[in-house]
């Protein structure tokens, strides 16, 4: 791998976020309303609504809110919400934070119970435990999340009261207590995942042990753990590897319902509320964010390949 | 005499009496106990924080946690002293005179005057700040600052409803420093005299005031601190109260308060209220410009059904005007019922024995508008009328439909007068002049209202303008919602307001029970 690669691909992602801000700005541009009618809603009079538009720069011409917001963001500054009058940049960023924490606690949960499932799965191929697995990963998939947690409020904090039903707590502030409220979240979002991520590892471990280089090494005498582990594992992971970063950008933006049922500010809520509210400034920076997000993890996805997998060159 | 179950039940029995009749003075019967912290669930982010700008419930809350006007809203209705302390007017109510008390402070302790008032309906005033307050204080002129702690309202027409005008949600009292260097300053940090003082704000989850040491009532707030978290899931905030988290969810959902009705601990609230949701017909726009359609639309509806489907019991039948006993000035009107046949002649006589076919549109946000259309859809079907529903997202009903649509949904707050409600959608110079109604001689009834302190000459008036309403149907009002919320019983002295957006939380106590009160 070169580092005219690695340079290229940089490049690319920045290439991808200029056009993402140009559709997201496009977009919003043709949606009927917008930030005033938003902001004074049922109280809009015709001036009124002129003089919050004039105050919110929303009267200038496209071409010079765009260039006005991009020279902001070069700079850092990714300007003030138009509902919240914050700073854009600081609000979104501890939003990821929280996205991102949910992001992570569900993933290792996940790869804790899905990995091993799958492997499972592959190598007792047919027996019960690998029906078992389909069964409750058909299960898990077939399961919308605002069914499971919905179900899992109403009986883990309703009825039995071990959990707190919804809520956030910073774990800076209070660690026990945040933790307790990340349990059933969690959970919820790791339900989708472990299903598909399970499914797809028993299926490509199955391929795998079924190739000649693993009778080779039956035939060469190896243990079963080794040639599981060293073998075959090794190169199964790789399509894994791609569902996991694509979950990334699922556990980003699609787990909104998951952060409204829980009240979790993260990134995916103020996204809706900013687009809810025309609050141009906040989508465009959003979007921008979880784009730019999405292309790290899957060029760092693509990296992890040629490290696995010395065959692959990039160039 | 000693306490048994039933002197027990009696004497709950009379206490409960008393407070049918003045729910004001029940606040009053227990000892408040000091300290604790009151967690509040709201139902939505509190975008605005700015007071003379917020324009929803939760922003309502936390502006009267932080500011202070000079009147406020009791439970009943009534104007209430607030920063002022007596008011008066001359003889034709055309000129208010408000007295402030003594030795006020904002928060950074600087002294609150009379010119920080004029200070402040000037800017509520000014159409370039764009308050919601501005179409709903009243027909103020001019407001001049006499002493330091006299202020005095000139108006263009008499208005007797100016002190409780006044206790409107965004005439708040802000200092005049601020006006004029960083009135913006406001939608960050907060510079008031209300009972609390901002802590912390994260608009999307949680919002921490606490005691203002220096607010003018020292008795008051009882509890410490007050936190406001924002659950947008309906459910999750109910679940939150079972579980003790939090003390008091704000509105609460028919069906969520069924659920809380029977639990342990939990004290369901219920007030009747004049809030609804209604059928706005353009009145200038065919075939609704004839009052003989409108009419039969009225007379298809079956509203005992409605009050069933819309409020799930939780409400009362609507006679298509806005006023009902929860209003001064109230007198009933002979209930309209569902009279198929008449319906039918109406429409007949309309040029239209077929009925005809019409698209109604209804704005997702919340969902007991799309449900109105539908039972209203199927009514209207017995007398051959066809009713297409359009649910649209808020924005695009906001910025495409509303006042501008000839067949819609709407759905309002009760108003503190029933001079608010008309003035706010029907009359011809309304705030929202939905319906383009436009009827001369209701307007004068209203207008002449206005100059009347006398009840019973009021309560006149306002019948003749129901009657006009009730003959004409500028728009379909099937059935009221009561408001309703819960709290948990540790929590006392809150009583649910009928207007849905005041909450009088400095009067509010956490008994021992409350788990805050421990810690």
Known sequence: MSASYILKRVALIFYTLLVVSLLVFGITQVLPADAAVMMLGENATADALEALRNSMGLNDPVWLQYLRWIGGVLQGDFGTSLRTGQQVGPALFSALGTSLMLAVFSLAFMLVLALPAGILAAIRRGKLTDLLVSFLSYIGVALPEFVTATLAVLFIADWWGILPPAGYVPLSQDLAGGLRHLVLPVAVVSIIMIAHVSRMVRSELVDVLHTDYIRAAHLKGLSRSRILFRHGLRNALLPTITIVALDVGYLLGGVIVVEEIFSIPGIGRALMAAIQARDLPVIQAGVLIMAATYCIVNFAADLMYAWLDKRIQYD | ??????????????????????????????????????????????????????????????????????????????????????????????????????????????????????????????????????????????????????????????????????????????????????????????????????????????????????????????????????????????????????????????????????????????????????????????????????????????????????????????????????????????????????????????????????????????????????????????????????????????????????????????????????????????????????????????????????????????TKAQELMFEDVPSLIPAFFDVLGAKRAWMHDYAIHPRASVFRLDFAWLDANSPTRAS
């Open chain 2, 1 to 462: 005499m000693s306490l048994n179950r039933r002197t027990f039940l009696l004497s709950t029995a009379a206490v409960m009496a008393l407070n049918a009749y003045a729910p004001d003075i029940a606040l009053a019967q227990a000892a408040p106990e000091r300290g604790g912290t009151l967690r509040v669930a709201i139902d939505q982010a509190v975008s605005v924080l700015h007071p003379l700008l917020s324009r929803v419930n939760p922003e309502y809350l936390a502006a009267e946690l932080l500011y202070s006007g000079l009147t406020r809203l009791s439970v009943s209705m009534q104007a209430e002293p607030d920063l002022a302390t007596e008011w008066d007017a001359n003889e034709t109510l055309t000129e208010w005179t408000f007295k402030l008390r003594d030795n006020l402070k904002f928060h950074d302790g600087a002294a609150c005057t009379s010119a920080d008032v004029v200070a402040s309906f000037e800017a509520i005033l000014n159409p370039d700040f764009a308050s919601p307050a501005r179409n709903n204080v009243g027909p103020i002129e001019k407001i001049e600052a006499v002493d330091p702690l006299t202020v005095k309202f000139i108006l263009s027409t008499p208005y007797a409803d100016l002190p409780v005008a006044l206790a409107y949600n965004n005439a708040r009292i802000v200092p005049a420093s601020v006006i004029a260097n960083n009135f913006e300053s406001l939608r960050l940090e907060a510079n008031g005299t209300g009972p609390f003082k901002l802590v912390s704000y994260e608009p999307d989850r949680l919002v921490v005031v606490e005691r203002n040491p220096d607010y003018y009532d020292s008795a008051r707030p009882h509890v410490d601190r007050v936190e406001l978290r924002v659950f947008p899931d309906l459910g999750a905030q109910v679940s939150s109260l079972i579980a003790g988290d939090i003390d008091l969810v704000a509105t609460v959902e028919p069906n969520d308060f069924m659920r809380l009705e029977g639990e342990d601990g939990i004290d369901a609230l219920r007030a009747a209220s004049g809030q609804f949701c209604n059928v706005n017909f353009g009145t200038d726009i065919a075939p609704f410009n004839d009052a003989r359609v409108r009419r039969a639309l009225a007379l298809c509806i079956d509203r005992d059904a409605m009050v069933d489907f819309m409020t799930e019991g939780y409400g009362i039948k609507g006679n298509d005007t806005p006023l009902n006993e929860s209003y001064a000035f109230f007198k009933a009107l002979p209930q309209r019922e569902a009279n198929l046949e008449e319906a039918k002649r109406l429409l007949a006589e309309a040029g239209m024995p077929d009925g005809f076919e019409a698209e109604l549109i209804a704005s997702d946000r919340p969902a007991i508008r799309t449900q109105l259309a539908i039972a209203l859809r199927e009514m209207a079907k017995e007398i051959g009328v066809t009713i297409n529903v359009r649910t649209m997202p808020h924005a695009t009903y906001l910025d495409q439909v509303w006042t501008k649509g000839a067949f819609y949904i709407g759905f309002y707050n009760m108003q503190p007068t029933p001079d608010g409600i008309f003035k706010l959608l029907f009359t011809s110079d309304a705030a929202w002049n939905e319906t383009r109604w436009n009827n001369k001689q209701f307007d004068a009834l209203i207008e002449e209202a206005r100059g009347i302190l006398d009840a019973d000459k009021r309560t006149e008036i306002y």
